[in-house]
Structure formats: C-alpha cells, structure tokens
C-alpha cells in the first residue's frame, strides 16, 4: 500500500465516507482536533499524576558505598542496582477514598487516550495523504498547546 492524495477515503466506520473536497476538509479538521485533544490528554495525565496524592514509594537504594572503595561521585557503580529487592516496602494501592477515585479517573483517562491513540492510527493507516497531514499536524498543535500548560500549572 501506498500513500494517495485523494478526496475518496472510507475512514474507521462505513457511515464516514469522504467524496469531495468539502468532505475531505472536514474530515481532516475532525481528525486534527481529535489528536489535538489526545496531546492535551497526554499532558494532562501527566500534570495529574504528578500532583495526585497517590503514595509513592521512597526508598532508599539497598546498597551504598562502602568507605573502602574510593570512587567519585559520579561513578555508575554508585548503586548496585542487582542486589535490589523485587517487592516494593510500601503497598502500591491507595489507602484513602480520595485515592481510589484519583487512581479510578486515571485509569478513565488512559482508557481513553488508548483508545483515542488507536483511532488516530487506524486514520493514518486509511493510507490518505491529508489525513496523515491532519493527525501529524494535530500532533505538532497539541504538543505547542499543551506543553506550555504544564509549566504554568506548577
């Protein structure tokens, strides 16, 4: 399969047809603000996990240099990183109401940003020229949008 520029595409679903310039138009603004909304999804995920109030685990490294070894400070054999335990100390799962429906909307939002990754892909693969230009120039649009909202959330 190759790449065409064409205005006749059938995009996900039967009942989504493209046969003109018109519909092609919409179709690739659909498109774009569909991945557009899967970049602000990404960040917003993002900038919620880092301020949720999930417990985090915060432990130290198992093992630390002993004083016989002379080494600087930024020497990768620092930790070993081999001889550190598999089960993590603290329970992973939240212990508060607040949590579990924190880690519930999380869950939510990356239901939908698969899916929504998923669709954008299937678009691409509908091997249309003007609807890889959508999703890839949606892409650059969220990224540019989206990216500048975290730093002034802080």
């Given at each position: 399969m190759t790449f065409e520029v064409s205005n006749n595409v059938t995009l996900l679903f039967d009942f989504w047809e493209v046969h003109s310039a018109a519909g092609m138009a919409v179709s690739v603004i659909v498109v774009l603000l569909l991945t557009v909304f899967y970049e602000l999804l990404k960040?917003?995920?993002?900038?919620?996990?880092?301020?949720?109030?999930?417990?985090?685990?915060?432990?130290?490294?198992?093992?630390?240099?002993?004083?016989?070894?002379?080494?600087?400070?930024?020497?990768?054999?620092?930790?070993?990183?081999?001889?550190?335990?598999l089960a993590p100390k603290e329970s992973f799962f939240p212990k508060t109401r607040n949590s579990w429906l924190l880690h519930a909307v999380q869950s939510l939002l990356h239901?939908?940003?698969?899916?929504?990754?998923?669709?954008?892909?299937?678009?691409?693969?509908?091997?249309?020229?003007?609807?890889?230009?959508?999703?890839?120039?949606?892409?650059?649009?969220?990224?540019?949008?989206?990216?500048p909202l975290i730093g002034h959330a802080q």
């Open positions: 960040v917003w995920r993002v900038w919620l996990s880092s301020n949720s109030v999930l417990p985090r685990s915060q432990t130290p490294p198992p093992y630390t240099r002993s004083s016989s070894i002379q080494t600087d400070s930024n020497s990768a054999l620092e930790y070993a990183p081999s001889e550190a335990p239901l939908l940003q698969v899916s929504l990754g998923y669709t954008l892909m299937l678009c691409v693969m509908s091997y249309n020229t003007w609807i890889f230009l959508g999703v890839v120039l949606g892409s650059v649009l969220g990224y540019f949008l989206s990216v």
